[in-house]
T-cell receptor, first 114, second 112 residues
Framework: NTKITQSPRYLILGRANKSLECEQHLGHNAMYWYKQSAEKPPELMFLYNLKQLIRNETVPSRFIPECPDSSKLLLHISAVDPEDSAVYFC??????????????FGHGTKLSVL | QQKVQQSPESLIVPEGAMTSLNCTFSDSASQYFAWYRQHSGKAPKALMSIFSNGEKEEGRFTIHLNKASLHFSLHIRDSQPSDSALYLCAVSSGTGGYKVVFGSGTRLLVSP
């Protein structure tokens, strides 16, 4: 799937700051960050719907999303913790406001925290 | 809060067999029911979705929904080794993509 690209693919960090990037070429209005830990389903972290941010309140404050425009999504991580080791998927959907929103996922960024 | 559970956790079937995967949900007001497939090391990809009670067939895949029993299922006819993957059911309890909740998944292995 080259219609949603994420970078980097792999990330190995100590206690550092880093940003994940995502860009979608589907013309969608909603973009998401999901976290998938080992042997677990994807869990929603953030949703941007036409610049409006909806957050999962359980996500630690060291994760800060940014949506520069409707096709780009960033995830800034400060002082990563070992529990942050996971695959981070970017996803998009047409509007983010319908109940039948099919999600299109990027290939993910695998974050390993030392 | 919506609870979505899948069974079985894992499944091994021989090539050519029928595979049946189950998903239960807790919110009777749920409106959207979907199955995603995730091959190892890859992203989840939507397979099929359904909104109203009944059945929907697409090729070898059939989805069945019974809202009264809070249950829907995915059936794979003539299972192939390429079907081996993690299958995630997804339920939306209202409008908005943030309402989608994934089940914990069923890991399917189709043996040649």
């Amino acid at each position: 799937n080259t219609k949603i690209t994420q970078s980097p693919r792999y990330l190995i960090l100590g206690r550092a700051n880093k940003s994940l990037e995502c860009e979608q070429h589907l013309g969608h209005n909603a973009m998401y960050w999901y976290k998938q830990s080992a042997e677990k389903p994807p869990e929603l972290m953030f949703l941007y719907n036409l610049k409006q941010l909806i957050r999962n309140e359980t996500v630690p404050s060291r994760f800060i999303p940014e949506c520069p425009d409707s096709s780009k999504l960033l995830l800034h991580i400060s002082a990563v913790d070992p529990e942050d080791s996971a695959v981070y998927f970017c996803a998009s959907s047409l509007s983010g406001t319908d109940s039948n929103e099919r999600l299109f996922f990027g290939h993910g960024t695998k974050l390993s925290v030392l | 809060q919506q609870k979505v559970q899948q069974s079985p956790e894992s499944l091994i079937v021989p090539e050519g067999a029928m595979t049946s995967l189950n998903c239960t949900f807790s919110d009777s007001a749920s409106q959207y029911f979907a199955w995603y497939r995730q091959h190892s090391g890859k992203a989840p990809k939507a397979l099929m979705s359904i909104f109203s009670n009944g059945e929907k067939e697409e090729g070898r895949f059939t989805i069945h929904l019974n809202k009264a029993s809070l249950h829907f299922s995915l059936h794979i006819r003539d299972s192939q080794p390429s079907d081996s993957a993690l299958y995630l059911c997804a339920v939306s309890s209202g409008t908005g993509g943030y309402k989608v909740v994934f089940g914990s998944g069923t890991r399917l292995l189709v043996s040649p």
